[in-house]
């Protein structure tokens, strides 16, 4: 069974910058794939970025295209979100997903199998 925790969310000023961390316990397959999403108060989960664990060409959201970078350690088995430049609208619960194989709906929430518990980010005016 794989299981995700992130981490490392917080509070931050408008401009400032978060890393967030995404442990998987088990081990990633070459073939799988990560995804942040976030959701905030009275808002549907929206997709963030995607990539596969093996190979490049991340997927971002046009929200933070340019700001954020999702990348991962295979030595740590972890998948890291960090976000720059973060504004208000930015503030939500952000999500890690996993899911074996890489979908060509990779946006959609409803492919992934894997979910974390998700964590804060606040970014105040």
């Known amino acids: 069974q794989v299981q995700l925790v992130e981490s490392g969310g917080g509070l931050v000023q408008t401009g400032g910058s978060l890393k967030l961390s995404c442990v998987i316990s088990?081990?990633?397959?070459?073939?799988?794939?990560m995804a942040w999403f976030r959701q905030a108060p009275g808002k549907e989960r929206e997709f963030i970025t995607a990539r596969r664990w093996s190979g490049n060409s991340p997927r971002y959201a046009d929200s933070v295209k340019g700001r954020f970078t999702i990348s991962r350690d295979m030595a740590k088995n972890t998948v890291y979100l960090q976000m720059d430049s973060l504004k208000p609208e930015d503030t939500a619960v952000y999500y890690c997903?996993?899911?074996?194989?890489?979908?060509?709906?990779?946006?959609?929430?409803?492919?992934?199998?894997?979910w974390g518990q998700g964590t804060q980010v606040t970014v105040s005016s």
């Open positions: 997903a996993g899911r074996y194989g890489w979908n060509t709906n990779y946006y959609s929430q409803d492919v992934y199998n894997y």
């Open positions: 088990g081990r990633a397959s070459s073939d799988s794939s």
